[in-house]
T-cell receptor
Framework: KNQVEQSPQSLIILEGKNCTLQ??????????LRWYKQDTGRGPVSLTI?????NTKSNGRYTATLDADTKQSSLHITASQLSDSASYIC????????????FGTGTRLLVSP | SQTIHQWPATLVQPVGSPLSLECTVE??????LYWYRQAAGRGLQLLFY??????ISSEVPQNLSASRPQDRQFILSSKKLLLSDSGFYLC???????????FGQGTRLTVV
């Protein structure tokens, strides 16, 4: 079954600290993996995209990793800011004839002052 | 540039009343269109997707239906709302063969 699991479900960290969010997937055939940031009451916005051959990709203070062999990805946030408080959703795209996205349940991050 | 519009932003409806949520995309042609629902504390669940006018596929059986009367218009409907239909509904579009889905701002539906 095509699934995306994220951990932890929620996380509270102090401003300025680092954190790492995890994503494990069983989606097949794999096309790519995206991390989205979703502010409360808003639509998700893409942070990074990882293809099969990519191991690490950075976008400012966000660094995503992908291990296609173990089907795991992580999103590392460095020097967290209050504005990082949001849900982070891991989304895997299947490499089928029709574009099909499989969403994780997300990790709710709260950055506390 | 492409934009996606979704309305209304919030909606409170009584049980048994009908529903119509509308989503339109500008600046692109023949997009793939999606309706997702996000229940409280849950992830995004794909409800419907469409690859063209009049072509609708459903992921899960439910009380809702979708229609695509025009290339860039996607409508989510219900004849009679249930309490369990409450949630945050998101419309999204993606270019054919593209790698990213672009989301609307969402509709917060509360069925009372």
């Amino acid at each position: 079954k095509n699934q995306v699991e994220q951990s932890p479900q929620s996380l509270i960290i102090l401003e300025g600290k680092n954190c790492t969010l995890q994503c494990n997937y069983t989606v097949s055939p794999f096309s790519n993996l995206r991390w989205y940031k979703q502010d409360t009451g808003r639509g998700p916005v893409s942070l990074t995209i990882m293809t099969f051959s990519e191991n690490t990709k950075s976008n400012g203070r966000y660094t995503a990793t992908l291990d296609a062999d173990t089907k795991q990805s992580s999103l590392h946030i460095t020097a967290s800011q209050l504005s990082d408080s949001a849900s982070y959703i891991c989304v895997v795209k299947r490499n089928t004839g029709f574009q099909k996205l499989v969403f994780g349940t997300g990790t709710r991050l709260l950055v506390s002052p | 540039s492409q934009t996606i519009h979704q309305w209304p932003a919030t909606l409170v409806q009584p049980v048994g009343s009908p529903l119509s949520l509308e989503c339109t995309v500008e600046g692109t042609s023949n997009p793939n269109l999606y309706w997702y629902r996000q229940a409280a504390g849950r992830g995004l669940q794909l409800l419907f997707y469409s690859v063209g006018i009049g072509q609708i596929s459903s992921e899960v059986p439910q009380n809702l239906s979708a229609s695509r009367p025009q290339d860039r218009q996607f409508i989510l409907s219900s004849k009679k709302l249930l309490l369990s239909d409450s949630g945050f509904y998101l419309c999204a579009w993606a270019p054919v063969g593209g790698t990213e889905a672009f989301f609307g701002q969402g509709t917060r539906l509360t069925v009372v």
